[in-house]
């Protein structure tokens, strides 16, 4: 297996515009994760999903972030519209509900100027 | 939620020496989990103690979870270079995994 793919790697755009970030999870894994990582907050868990449902939403933080993922194979982190302090590393990871340990991908790192 | 400190937060280190880095909660954990992640990298997991009081090794890694299952400990012995990254512990509530804040190690070579 691949592993999680997170796509793009890097991302520079500027305020006000929308930005999608997408994640393959490992195949068979039932979890999903999104995190963003800044220095100062740390790693954050934003959503996660499980059989493709949403779970816990409760650290997204605005409305202006959503989260979907429309089948086993793919979900994708939209911001809309993003601002400078959205600039962040955010990792997609997934997990098989067996075995709670979390595989991450490489992340996407999102700079909004 | 639950909550879980790291302490210290940056650990400098003479290559060759042993250093420990510590996970405390103030509530009761279930199991716990480490995770290191290198300088521009992702978390990798590396090991989870359940029970109380559980001792695990890998190669020059010694982790440690406390008796009442309140801490958690990672010993390296004589430290590499190779070991230069950010030690992160978690804990789950369910399947949502909580990370501290980490472990930044150097190491002085």
């Known amino acids: 297996d691949a592993g999680v793919i997170q796509s793009p790697r890097h991302e520079v755009t500027e305020m006000g515009q929308e930005v999608t970030l997408r994640c393959k999870p490992i195949?068979?894994?039932?979890?999903l994760f999104w995190y963003r990582q800044t220095m100062m907050r740390g790693l954050e868990l934003l959503i996660y999903f499980n059989n493709n449902v949403p779970i816990d939403d409760s650290g997204m933080p605005e409305d202006r972030f959503s989260a979907k993922m429309p089948n086993a194979s793919f979900s994708t982190l939209k911001i809309q519209p993003s601002e400078p302090r959205d600039s962040a590393v955010y990792f997609c990871?997934?997990?098989?509900?067996?075995?709670?340990?979390?595989?991450f991908g490489a992340g996407s790192r999102l700079t909004v100027l | 939620g639950q909550q879980v400190m790291q302490i210290p937060q940056y650990q400098h280190v003479q290559e060759g020496e042993d250093f420990t880095t510590y996970c405390n909660s103030s509530t009761t954990l279930s199991n716990i989990q480490w995770y290191k992640q290198r300088p521009g990298g992702h978390p990798v997991f590396l090991i989870q103690l359940v029970k109380s009081g559980e001792v695990k090794k890998q190669k020059r890694l010694t982790f440690q979870f406390g008796e009442a299952k309140k801490n958690s400990s990672l010993h390296i012995t004589a430290t590499q270079t190779t070991d230069v990254g950010t030690y992160f512990c978690a804990i789950s509530n369910d399947y949502k995994l909580s990370f501290g804040a980490g472990t930044t190690v150097t190491v002085r070579a």
């Open positions: 990871a997934s997990s098989h509900s067996g075995a709670n340990v979390l595989t």
């Open positions: 195949s068979g894994h039932d979890y």
